[in-house]
């Protein structure tokens, strides 16, 4: 191996032997190919398949990796699990660098699967000879251009296809094929502003766990946000001490959702990856000493981080106190938020008096502005209404003058969209608006005008949410990671 990281080798290998290439375009060994072709990897790529002639996508099929005559940095293994020791032996004789093995049926089999753990073991000289991510993953994706320019291209291993897709800062380390097949094309469509670096598949574990992964985006500068499924820990103390270490780097935040906490999770867990059971004591004593986020679900995993995503992004600072404010287009929204506010340990500040007094000229005289950063809008609008004033200008002052307020971290704000209220919103000012304060919108109202404003919102870097208290918990996250950073 050379100097750099073990992981490199992974994700920038120079060249790919993919074992188990196929001309069906319905099996995997085919589209592991097309994902590399399509999406421009740089390197060489050579199909292997003893039971293949001629050609796909224009690369002739080699019967054995011994026929490639190259040097081969990695091996993609697409075949049955019972002829993968052979075919390794045959790529140590090689000197192939690494080896990526996406067939399953070992440990989660039970005791066949755990005979082959052992064969291989004893032919790689415990990875001492060739090292390997798998088994029993969906393979690897580096993305490194925009699907939005000429640069579009990386590496994708895994045989989901993919072909549109946004470079960010998001890295992906899963024990679940599914996050970085069918979800991560989910991920993808339904976010499209949605960037991800990386979504890494790492399977049983046998060599490379999450350690490794860890190790190596933590040092990546392109990556600020690193989400994670793990059914069990390879390193407890390894692990916690590399989550610590990510509190000391600026913009740099892990979040965690863990499978397999239930006695019902743990027996399914030990038949999909074959993880052993931990208790809850033990992993509740790990998140606790590691200091990071914890998901409850993928919903939540993947909207936290999004949120990290973009608010790093945008170069704003993680909220310390919790004091936000709330504009809402209704009084019941507004009692609900401020349940909710204090549910998730956030609260509505007094305002500084030059707010007060912006907002108190732009309210009403029967129904003044409260103290507190709690506004319900309704009555300005019906007050600029009557007296024929812009509804729009009314908005951007209120918006100016809370963002302005030295006392507020944040602002909530309830956009009701539809085609009768089009005029009540300067997006483009809300959106160019100098500040640092962190935006966060509530989206409501027709599902078209919804799906335009929050394109526009989440192109500049402002998180929009589907419901209330998903907003306000996403805010509470935010001020949770700055105050366990500070403490580091």
Known sequence: MSDNHVVDIFLNPKSVAVIGASKNPMK??????????????????????????????????????????????????????????????????KRVKAALIETSGFEEVGEKGLKLRDEILKITDSFSKIRIVGPNCMGLTKIDGDSDSEERGGFFSGFGVFNKYRRGNIAIITQSGMLNGGYLMNLM????????????????????????????????????VIALYLESFKDPRKFIELCKKTKKIPNKTIILLKGGITPLGQKASLSHTG???????????????????????????????????????????LPTYGKVSMMAGSGGAGTISADLTMKYGLTFPIMGEKTYQVLKDLYPEWMPPNRFALLDLWPTFEKAMMNNISQKDVMTKIWKAVLDDPKIEGVFNMMFVSKRFSNRYDVEEMTQYKTDKIIFMWMVGDI??????????????????????????NFSILVQESKSKSKK
């Open 28 to 93: 995997g060994g085919y589209r592991i190919i097309n994902n590399l072709i399509v999406n421009n990897y740089k390197g060489k790529i050579f199909p292997v398949n003893p039971n293949s002639d001629g050609e796909v996508f224009n690369l002739k099929f080699k019967k054995s990796i011994l026929e490639i005559e190259e040097e081969v940095d990695l091996a993609i293994f697409y075949v049955a699990n019972r002829i993968i020791p052979e075919i390794l032996r045959d790529c140590i004789n």
């Open 189 to 224: 469509r339904n976010y499209p502003d949605l960037g991800i670096r990386y979504s890494c598949s790492i399977g049983n574990k046998m060599d490379l766990s999450e350690i490794e992964f860890l190790e190596y985006f933590l040092d990546d500068p392109t990556v600020n």
């Open 275 to 317: 993880s052993l059971a931990e208790s809850n004591q033990l992993i509740n004593a790990i998140i606790k000493q590691s200091g990071i986020i914890q998901a409850e679900n993928l919903h939540d995993l993947f909207q936290y981080t999004r949120t990290f995503s973009m608010i790093y992004k945008s170069g704003k600072k």
């Open 448 to 473: 078209h005008g919804v799906q335009r404003m929050t394109k526009l919102f989440n192109k500049n870097n402002i998180p929009t949410f589907p419901s209330l208290e998903e907003m306000i918990k």
